[in-house]
Every structure is written in structure tokens, then in C-alpha cells.
């Protein structure tokens, strides 16, 4: 069976490419079939696994709103394999994704439309994660109504726990209009964490601490790691596999392996 996981939050910035990229690499490191979806319209995953952009007409846009209709598989990517077996796929971002919203608006069951695509790899991967956009539309709900559960990044600062508020309203009307049972919110990735921490950072870190079923699953420190490997479209855990940084990733795939 597939876990699917959203990785969002609506407030940019707040590491959720390289969240989901680097917890992708990971699960495949350690031997998964691990599928990456760019439902991002600015494309950022993408460019962080160096692949280039669709540009047929086989493309997630088309796929969504229903004018192309073939097999998801022609909409995948190969990214990379590893040692222990696994394997690390991206159904990338297209030009047109810019206009995806839009077009979305105009058709049927419009926040179910990645739910129906998904399924057609159901048993194929062992994880699908996806890079959310940073905004609360549809594709943020085809996201929510698509997945098992969801890793959700934030910073230490005080519009992140503003954008998580606003998240979680959110999560709430997508459980109750569009899915069978509740999602399952893993917890909070923090990202971006200058060191030390300022009084106000670990100010912030103690309000996130007060949700309830909802764990600081990892505190990232800010790092050039990130960049770099993101400049070569390599995860981390390839790119630097004895960083701090690849031993947080590897802890937060293993909450997904837990889940799955």
C-alpha cells in the first residue's frame, strides 16, 4: 500500500521543496519506491531534483483538468536509484501549471482531480509526497484530499504560527467535505533555525510545542547544505550523507515509515 503525504503550508518560504525532497531521498536511501509530485505552479521541486520542466502535452496541468487522458506513468520522471534498492521519481511541473488553478475552477469534482490520478500508482510506490503550493486553493485541497497524512514546515517566527492557524482551519473543511476519514497531521517540520535561537525563535518553538497531536517532529538549522544540493539536483542524503542535515531527514522519514 502507498502513503501518500502533502507537505504544506500556505505561507511561502518555509522549506517545504526542500522538505519534501530531501524526506523523498531519504526513503529511497533506505530502499523505498519513493514518487515526488511538483504541485507547486512555480515549479521549485523541479528545479531543486535538476530536471527540466514538461513541454508536450503530457503534463500535470492537463492531467488535472482533464484534456489529456493517458497514463500517469508518462507523466513520471526518473530521478535516481540507490544502494539499498530504491528509487526516487518526480512527476515534474510544466509551464502551463501557472494557468492549472484557473482551469480548474471550471471543471467537476475539482478537488478530487490528484485523488483520481494518484490512484493509478497505488501499490507501485511505497511513498508519494507532495510539494504544495503556498496558498489555501484547489490545488492545496487536491493535495489535502489526496493524502494519508501531512508533514507540515514552518519557521520560528510569528507568521508562521498565523499561516498554521489558517492551515489547520483549513485541513478541518477539507476532512469534512471532501475526505472519508480524518488526515493524519504528522507534525511540524522547523525550518530556517538560525543558532543559537533568538529569544524570539524559541519563543515561538515553545507556542508550537502547546498543539497538541501535532509534534516538532525536527528543528533544521539554516544550512548551506540545502542550497548546494539543491544546485546539483541531489538530496541530501546523497549529497552530504554524514551532515547533521541528512541524519535530521532520515528521522523524519522514519516517521513516515511508522505511519505507513
Known amino acids: 500500500m502507498t502513503l501518500t503525504t502533502a507537505v504544506t503550508n500556505q505561507k511561502g518560504g ?7 525532497k530531501e524526506v523523498g531521498g531519504a526513503l529511497a536511501e533506505a530502499g523505498r519506491s519513493v514518487l515526488l509530485v511538483d504541485l507547486d505552479p512555480e515549479g521549485h521541486l ?25 497514463s500517469l506513468a508518462d507523466l513520471i520522471t526518473p530521478h535516481s536509484q540507490t544502494a539499498a534498492g530504491g ?24 478537488e478530487i482531480r490528484l485523488r483520481r490520478l494518484l490512484s493509478a ?22 493535495a489535502l484530499a489526496a493524502a494519508d497524512g501531512a508533514l507540515v514546515p514552518v519557521q520560528a517566527e510569528d ?43 524559541r519563543s515561538v518553538l515553545d507556542i508550537y510545542q502547546q498543539y497538541e497531536d501535532l509534534p516538532v517532529l525536527a528543528t533544521v ?12 539536483g ?13 541524519g535530521l531527514y532520515r528521522e523524519l522519514a522514519t516517521v513516515l515509515e511508522e505511519a505507513a
Open 14 to 20: 518555509v522549506g517545504k521543496t526542500a522538505t519534501t
Open 46 to 70: 523541479t528545479g531543486a531534483t535538476g530536471l527540466p520542466k514538461a513541454t508536450g502535452d503530457a503534463n500535470l496541468c492537463r492531467a488535472l483538468i482533464g484534456t489529456w487522458e493517458g
Open 87 to 110: 528509487r526516487l521519481d518526480v512527476v515534474v511541473s510544466s509551464p502551463e501549471m501557472l494557468l492549472v488553478v484557473r482551469e480548474l475552477d471550471k471543471v467537476r469534482s475539482r
Open 121 to 142: 500508482v497505488d501499490g507501485i510506490y511505497d511513498h508519494v509526497l507532495i510539494d504544495c503550493p503556498p496558498s489555501l486553493d484547489v490545488l492545496t485541497d487536491n
Open 159 to 201: 507568521s508562521s504560527i498565523e499561516a498554521l492557524k489558517l492551515l489547520l482551519s483549513q485541513v478541518s473543511a477539507v476532512d469534512e467535505d471532501l475526505r472519508e476519514k480524518p488526515l493524519q497531521l504528522h507534525g511540524l517540520v522547523v525550518n530556517l533555525l538560525r543558532r543559537p535561537p533568538s529569544i524570539l525563535a
Open 221 to 232: 538549522p539554516l544550512s548551506v547544505t540545502v542550497v548546494e544540493a539543491w544546485r546539483y
Open 234 to 246: 541531489r538530496t541530501v542524503v546523497d549529497y552530504a550523507p554524514d551532515s547533521e542535515l541528512a
